[in-house]
């Protein structure tokens, strides 16, 4: 699709009414730092970060496009592993004490992350924690008056998903759930030629995830129980999951193959694969009605016990079905009039006939893009910059709470239909199994104290 197509200002205002009817009637303070106009602003006119995780992606990926963008600025890093927090300030440090000589002021570390959400000077909290912490900060932080850019998988229950919305819609906060795919032209354009109906009426769905563990991370090697590592304070790294002994392959790098604190690949890639089909399914506010499949856990108390192989069936009330399973990464829409999708990460575009991909998207069938938030940075995408241009206008970030929750919903129903063995029917409105209260206890979790949704009020409270 030509480069020049953009959604018009009046289309995409039109588009967003509904999503910011709920939250007009609800106060917010708009930062000071939220008033620059250009790419060269003065400290003042910065939207003000505060990191929270130091890990691979937080200071190996986030900090570096956060560093891309002159209107922004970290102000503090927050981690509960020593050396992590230490690289990651010096990292902030390093990068704008070059660019600002003796005018920059420094960054702040904290190994709590309540005490860098309750600071004055912080607009934006970016939340790159494990998956089992991303929920509890982020609605911190809303309370708190922050907007919130959260990594994916958005949540480790269904539970937690809706809470966090509905605080989302209640405060009145921008918030993005970081998932990149919607500022990948590619993506887009597939979706927009499914929505469009360029494959006549959509039928069925095929997602493939990668199968098995991803060996990423040093420790993945390291299965046996050791000592906790002087300077990691591994209660706080547990948060609300069960306490057990330190096993270094179950923390940095490998987390996500436990189910104690995530989903393994389904809610992994699923987080973005599922969210395409969602997107082209125009189904973002809603899910299927029917789940079923099958996966391989290992016993619960294995190192690593989320499923390396998956198969699972939904159904939409639509009519739309989707298998989910373990394979290479790639998407596929199949249609009454064709089909298209790609394999691979950011694989090219393919479909059943080349008029397909050579079809022209009208404006009036295009779809919201960064770059209509802030035309003159047409070009500069990602979820960070559409994440700060979106504060400073006050407008909703292409990812909202709402879509990361029913994205990762899909998953989280799929993984319970596996650790069931029968199927399932859901109903997507109330968020609930239909009479099956044996399913729905696993849509929440036990939180241990003190690290619960319960408790942050009073957090909020102790610094007011």
Known sequence: MPADKHVSRRRFLKQAASTMAAAVAVPYVVPASALGRDDNTSPSNRIVYGLIGCG????????????????????????????????????????????????????????????????????????????????IPAIMAAKAGKDIICEKPLTLTVAEGRTLCDVIKKTGRIFQTASENRSIETCIQLCELVRAGRIGRLKHINVTLPGGNETRGANFMQRDERPVPEGFNYDMWLGQAPVKPYVPAQCHGSFRWCLDYSGGRMTDWG??????????????????????????????????????????????????????????????????????GFQKWRGPLEASDKAILESVIAESEQFYRPSEIAPRRSGIGGEHRNFVDCVKLRKPCYAPAETGHRT???????????????????NPEKERFVDDAEADKMLSRTQREPWTIANIDSWIKENA
Not at 71 to 86: E, G, K, T, Y
Not at 286 to 296: A, D, H, N
Not at 408 to 426: D, E, N, P, S
């Open 408 to 426: 990762i919903t899909i998953a989280h129903i799929g993984t319970i239909a596996m650790l069931l063995g029968r199927k399932l029917r859901w």
């Open 56 to 135: 691979h992606h937080g200071a190996g990926w986030n900090l570096g496009q956060i560093f891309r963008m002159d209107d922004a600025q970290v102000i503090a890093v927050c981690d509960v592993d020593q050396p992590r927090l230490h690289d990651a300030k010096t990292k902030v440090r390093n990068h704008y004490a070059r660019k600002r000589g003796k005018n920059y002021k420094g960054c702040a570390e904290h190994g709590d992350f309540r005490d860098l959400i309750n600071r004055r000077d912080i607009d934006v909290v970016a939340n790159c924690t494990p998956d089992h912490w991303h929920v």
């Open 271 to 340: 987080a973005h694969l599922i969210d395409l089909a969602q997107w082209g399914n125009n189904t973002e506010a809603t899910g299927p009605v029917e789940v079923e499949g099958k996966g391989e856990f290992p016993p619960k108390d294995s190192v690593f016990n989320t499923t390396p192989v998956f198969d699972v069936n939904y159904r939409y009330a639509n009519g739309v079905t989707m298998n989910v399973s373990s394979s290479v990464p790639g998407i596929r829409f199949e249609g009454t009039d064709g089909w298209i």
